[in-house]
């Protein structure tokens, strides 16, 4: 079954520790791996993709195919980075989305 | 810039009433969701629509029903509303040439009393 499994519910770091939100899958086949992000009152997002190996906002994510994991990192966080993130999954059109990271960043 | 609108961010319904979400996009996309989010359930897939007067059930859409009887609009419909029901409710459009990555609406939040 194709699944996406985020294992942190809340991730609560200090301004300027390093980040990382991990993100697992599983999925027959080549999957097309997302992060989409929801700031506070803000609608959700795209934040990157695999495919496009950008470095958003400080954040990248690495496709790792023989651990099945997508984990996003930035080195130094940021007090607004403070959010909801998804990791998401592409299949047919459709995106199957992890129950969600809420990232918490303590001054 | 993508545009998806919904047409209430904010609805009080009472248990039994039928309750209409609308959802309008403009930027000519083929396919459109309709998800809800619950806190420690993320985004679950109501139904969704490859096309006009095409729809596809998702995850869960026991309770509800949707129509697209216009490329841009797409409704999802509770016919009779359970405070289960409760809810963020998002829509979603994607096509083009980026058909894998899904544009959103800013969310309803439902009460259902």
């Known amino acids: 079954a194709q699944r996406v499994t985020q294992p942190e519910k809340l991730l609560s770091v200090f301004k300027g520790a390093p980040v990382e939100l991990k993100c697992n899958y599983s999925?027959?086949?080549?999957?097309?791996l997302f992060w989409y992000v929801q700031y506070s009152r803000q609608r959700l997002q795209l934040l990157l993709r695999h495919i496009s190996r950008e470095s958003i906002k400080g954040f990248t994510a690495d496709l790792n195919k023989g651990e099945t994991s997508f984990h996003l990192k930035k080195p130094f966080a940021q007090e607004e980075d403070s959010a909801m993130y998804y990791c998401?999954?592409?299949?047919?059109?459709?995106?199957?989305f992890g129950s969600g990271t809420r990232l918490s960043i303590r001054p | 810039d993508v545009k998806v609108t919904q047409s209430s961010r904010y609805l009080v319904k009472r248990t039994g009433e039928k309750v209409f979400l609308e959802c309008v996009q403009d930027?000519?996309?083929?396919?459109m969701f309709w998800y809800r989010q619950d806190p420690g359930l993320g985004l679950r897939l109501i139904y969704f629509s490859y096309d006009v007067k095409m729809k596809e059930k998702g995850d869960i859409p026991e309770g509800y029903s949707v129509s697209r009887e216009k490329k841009e609009r797409f409704s999802l419909i509770l016919e009779s509303a359970s405070t289960n029901q409760t809810s963020m409710y998002l829509c979603a459009s994607s096509g083009g040439g980026s058909k894998n990555i899904q544009y959103f609406g800013a969310g309803t939040r439902l009460s259902v009393l």
């Open positions: 999925y027959s086949g080549s999957p097309e």
């Open positions: 998401a999954l592409s299949s047919a059109s459709k995106i199957i």
């Open positions: 930027m000519d996309h083929e396919n």
